[in-house]
Antibody, heavy 121, light 107 residues
Framework: EVQLVESGGGLVQPGGSLRLSCAAS????????MHWVRQAPGKGLVWVSR????????SYADSVKGRFTISRDNAKNTLYLQMNSLRAEDTAVYYC??????????????WGQGTLVTVSS | EIVMTQSPATLSVSPGERATLSCRAS??????LAWYQQKPGQAPRLLIY???TRATGIPARFSGSGSGTEFTLTISSLQSEDFAVYYC?????????FGGGTKVEIK
């Protein structure tokens, strides 16, 4: 069974940093591109970032580029999102998501339960 | 950045009726379009990918159509479990974007 479990969320002050983790199991993690998607309270989904299978290629939404860094450790089956220079508008539930097939794919078929990040003083 | 616009924002439908949701892209995304369903307190669920292919386990009452800039999700006969928020997502380039969502509520 595919499982994605996010952790690392919490309350952080504006300008602060946080690192999210997503522990994956039930599939060959190293074969799949992985994504982060966020959702502010009561708002819609926003695609944040993706990373390819071996970690050599990444993409970011304009709203987080230069502040967030996606990475992965295939030996630990774990996806990360390092978030720096956090702003109030980054407050959201952050989901990690796996596409429905391996390789280049953005069709997000498996999602974690999400971890809440609150940026406030 | 490709902007995805969904309409209407809210759709009031009676159970058993047909629901038609629209999604428009600011530029062509070919058929690189997916639809998701999200219920309160839950993660999204993939319904449709490639604009018209149902994901595994999705009932046949859900269908997707369109290409280029205009897309439609149709729910042929709404069941009680279908009342939710629906999002479209384009993935025609490296940076994906979602639409703002359509809430389907009970009339």
């Amino acid at each position: 069974e595919v499982q994605l479990v996010e952790s690392g969320g919490g309350l952080v002050q504006p300008g602060g940093s946080l690192r999210l983790s997503c522990a994956a199991s039930g599939f060959t993690f190293s074969s799949y591109w992985m994504h982060w998607v966020r959702q502010a309270p009561g708002k819609g989904l926003v695609w944040v970032s993706r990373i390819n299978s071996d970690g050599s290629s990444t993409s970011y939404a304009d709203s987080v580029k230069g502040r967030f860094t996606i990475s992965r450790d295939n030996a630990k089956n774990t996806l990360y999102l390092q978030m720096n220079s956090l702003r109030a508008e980054d407050t959201a539930v952050y989901y990690c998501a796996r596409p429905r097939r391996d390789g280049y794919n953005y069709e997000l078929d498996y999602w974690g339960q999400g971890t809440l990040v609150t940026v406030s003083s | 950045e490709i902007v995805m616009t969904q309409s209407p924002a809210t759709l009031s439908v009676s159970p058993g009726e047909r629901a038609t949701l629209s999604c428009r892209a600011s530029q062509s995304v070919s058929s690189n379009l997916a639809w998701y369903q999200q219920k309160p307190g839950q993660a999204p669920r993939l319904l449709i990918y490639g604009a018209s292919t149902r994901a595994t386990g999705i009932p046949a009452r859900f269908s997707g159509s369109g290409s280029g800039t205009e897309f439609t999700l149709t729910i042929s006969s709404l069941q009680s479990e279908d009342f939710a928020v629906y999002y479209c997502q384009q993935y025609n380039n490296w940076r994906s974007t979602f639409g703002g969502g359509t809430k389907v509520e009970i009339k």
